[in-house]
């Protein structure tokens, strides 16, 4: 959804991949349950772009995140 964080994340990914040459996107995402729930809480979502630092984001499992 335009406007999200999973979005704007995406975007950027998106940004670095399409350069010329591309950059390398290296992305880890790991669902995060509470309970007994089958759906996940939220998302931890670590990635990296080419050599820049590493980012670690938390996203809520909502609209919007």
Do not use: C, H
């Not at 350069?19 to 996940?40: C, N, T, W």
Request: aromatic share 10%; hydrophobic share 30%; net charge positive.
């Amino acid at each position: 959804r335009s406007g999200g964080k999973w979005y704007e994340m995406e975007q950027e990914w998106a940004k670095a991949l399409s350069k010329k040459p591309p950059k390398k996107v290296a992305v880890q995402i790991e669902p995060v349950y509470s309970g007994d729930s089958l759906r996940p809480s939220y998302f931890d979502v670590t990635y990296k772009i080419g050599s820049r630092k590493e980012i670690s984001v938390s996203i809520k499992n909502q609209p919007g995140g």
